[in-house]
């Protein structure tokens, strides 16, 4: 028998703690001026680009320090190591798309889980098309099977997934998505949401269109909720 757990009580459990240091308390963190908070961030926006471009292994703090105009010595004072580095932007792109996709399903959480899920496909269609970068890492990082891969399931894709396929069966209860394994469903929202900016290149080149476009974003939730919805809405 499907287990009917409502979408609130889905995005009220907590995800379990992240298998690394714990973070300094705040009485010992550094006090950072305007000039240090604005060059982490640059940092950590040039971080992004070299682990999504050539990876964990092959993106050094140097090249990523010349990548943001910053000397090696200011990466490591502000990050301390490749890998806090890459926790902190992982943490930055990721976490704020978890924040805005909870506050957004929170907003619809009484419409049901079929509304609830268009929700979150458009939610997640228009992350992918302003940070591909994101599934590129991912991508990756499950290729390798790497610690960093066990950290982001425990830390964000475990909760993700369980709040998507949940939303899924309720809405097969409700009659409004499609029957089908729900893992199988989630991962044809993701493929389809995601992988048409990864290959944002060879999509241009075989179709003409681009990707990034407002109408290619539109025509892309569409498709996918032609797909996955019973309805015609």
């Known amino acids: 028998m499907l287990n009917e757990i409502s979408n609130a009580e889905v995005l009220e459990r907590s995800h379990k703690p992240a298998k690394r240091k714990a973070p300094r308390p705040k009485s010992e963190r550094r006090t950072l ?3 240090g908070v604005d060059q982490q961030a640059q940092i950590m926006r040039a ?16 090249v990523i320090a010349d990548r943001a105009g ?13 890998e806090e580095l890459w926790f902190a932007t992982m943490d930055k792109s990721i976490g ?7 506050v957004d399903l929170n907003a619809v959480a009484q ?25 590129r890492i991912m991508s990756m990082e499950s290729t390798q099977g790497t610690p960093r891969l066990d950290w ?26 499609r029957d089908g394994d729900p893992a199988r469903l989630y991962y044809l929202i993701i493929s389809a949401g995601a992988v048409p900016f990864t290959l944002s290149g060879e999509y241009k080149a075989l179709t003409g269109r681009d990707v990034f476009s407002e ?11 032609s797909v996955i919805f019973l309805d015609k809405a």
């Open 215 to 225: 109408a290619e974003i539109y025509q892309t939730i569409g498709f996918i909720y």
């Open 47 to 62: 971080a992004f680009e070299c682990f999504s471009e050539f990876g964990y292994d092959n993106a050094s703090t140097r």
């Open 152 to 177: 982001l399931v425990e830390r964000y894709l475990r909760k993700h997934f369980d709040t998507v396929c949940n939303m899924i069966r309720l809405g097969q209860i409700e009659g409004t998505v």
């Open 96 to 102: 704020e798309y978890v924040e805005m996709i909870e």
């Open 70 to 82: 910053a000397s090696h010595t200011k990466v490591l004072y502000h990050f301390g190591s490749k």
């Open 33 to 35: 001026s305007r000039k």
């Open 111 to 135: 419409n049901g889980p079929g509304e609830a899920l268009r929700v979150f496909i458009r939610d997640f269609v228009r992350f992918s098309a302003e940070f591909p970068g994101v599934n």
